[in-house]
């Protein structure tokens, strides 16, 4: 494989990160991932997003952030044909350390039950699935 390099989620980067999550199974999209809130976010947890390139080309990308207690990691995305091979471990690792050097402890993050395969990369990296706790959502506006 050639080489990739991984580097900071810049809002320059949204065009080709929207594109990527939109093409890739897995990732659930809404209004929240629209440019602004894309821009506040990564505004709100500078430093802690990445992308991964090849050939200045974005091949994978991940959203990460805290709310000050708790890391939350979103939309981990890996283009297919690169999959398998390292890099998102290697995201995953980056958003980690960044949220470790934040004096965080702990991480959470969402996967639709129906996602196998992300629920096997998940639990490779260690990762520990939450039986006794349910995601409880509402909109408020
Ligand atoms: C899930 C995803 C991000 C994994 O990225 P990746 O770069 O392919 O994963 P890696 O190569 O870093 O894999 C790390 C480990 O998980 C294992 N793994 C990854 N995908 C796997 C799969 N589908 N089945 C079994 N094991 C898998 C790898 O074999 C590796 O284990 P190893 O070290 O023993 O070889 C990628 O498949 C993807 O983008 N999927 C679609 C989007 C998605 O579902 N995102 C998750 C949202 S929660």
Redesign the pocket.
């Known amino acids: 494989m050639d080489i990739y390099q991984i580097r900071p989620f810049h809002i320059d980067d949204y065009d080709a990160v929207f594109a990527l999550w939109r093409e ?4 659930g999209l809404s209004q929240a991932d629209e440019r602004p809130a894309i821009a506040r976010y990564l505004d709100r947890n500078p430093g802690l997003s990445f992308v991964a390139t090849m050939h200045s080309r974005i091949i994978a990308a991940v959203l990460c952030g805290h709310d000050g207690r708790r890391g939350f990691i979103h939309h ?3 283009q297919a044909e690169y ?7 290697a995201l995953v690792e980056r958003c980690v350390d960044a949220l470790r050097q934040e004096g965080i402890d702990k991480c959470h ?1 969402f ?1 639709y039950a129906t ?1 196998a ?2 629920r ?2 998940w639990r ?2 260690d990762w520990q699935p939450r039986d006794d706790l349910v995601l409880m959502s509402k909109m408020i506006r």
């Open positions: 890739t199974e897995g990732v981990l995305a890996v999959q398998k091979q390292g890099i998102g471990q993050l996967v996602n395969n992300a096997t990369f490779r990296l």
